[in-house]
T-cell receptor
């Protein structure tokens, strides 16, 4: 069964610093993988997705993620954090069965001046 | 997302009462999902639908039922609300293929007292 693990429930970075949010998946086959962002009192918004076309995926707002099969990872990065990046981020994955997504427990990103 | 409307946005109800949450979409998407979001648990799938009158259980379906009598509406019913069902409920839809990712509604905050 597909599962997704996010390491670190809270991450704090300074404005302008690198953002790195970690996600690992467990699956015997390359899955579909997604990163979503949630701002306070809102729904989830798709940041980017991996669907096997390319291992380095670029998303909105300057975020990108790299699929590494050898490490079963799909970490989210952004070179320079902005105050507006403060939000909760969710990694999600699926092997396609029933088109169901399994979500990680989320990482709250705090950006400090 | 303007294409998905969840109602009500907020509700307070008493233990033991039935509650129905509504998800309405104008995207003509085939698949619809109900998730609950709780701190430390991320999003967990309650029920999902893969077509009109076609539904199936997710990982936390106990105490919940769903119905989908037409493409645009997916109803979630708490048969007898309990305090453990206090949560934020999200509806999501998927059109044709999982590689497009889900689209989420803005959520319903339910408090059971």
């Amino acid at each position: 069964a597909q599962s997704v693990t996010q390491l670190g429930s809270h991450v704090s970075v300074s404005e302008g610093a690198l953002v790195l949010l970690r996600c690992n998946y467990s699956s015997s086959v390359p899955p579909y993988l997604f990163w979503y962002v949630q701002y306070p009192n809102q729904g989830l918004q798709l940041l980017l997705k991996y669907t096997s076309a390319a291992t380095l995926v670029k998303g909105i707002n300057g975020f990108e993620a790299e699929f590494k099969k050898s490490e079963t990872s799909f970490h989210l990065t952004k070179p320079s954090a902005h105050m507006s990046d403060a939000a909760e981020y969710f990694c999600a994955g699926s092997t396609g069965g029933g088109n169901k997504l399994t979500f990680g427990t989320g990482t709250q990103l705090k950006v400090e001046l | 997302d303007a294409g998905i409307t969840q109602s009500p946005r907020h509700k307070v109800t008493e233990t033991g009462t039935p509650v129905t949450l509504r998800c309405h979409q104008t995207e003509n998407h085939r698949y619809m999902y109900w998730y609950r979001q709780d701190p430390g648990h991320g999003l967990r799938l309650i029920h999902y639908s893969y077509g009109v009158k076609d539904t199936d259980k997710g990982e936390v379906s106990d105490g919940y039922s769903v119905s989908r009598s037409k493409t645009e509406d997916f109803l979630l019913t708490l048969e007898s609300a309990t305090s453990s069902q206090t949560s934020v409920y999200f509806c999501a839809t998927l059109g044709t293929a999982l590689n497009y990712g889900y689209t989420f509604g803005s959520g319903t905050r339910l408090t059971v007292v």
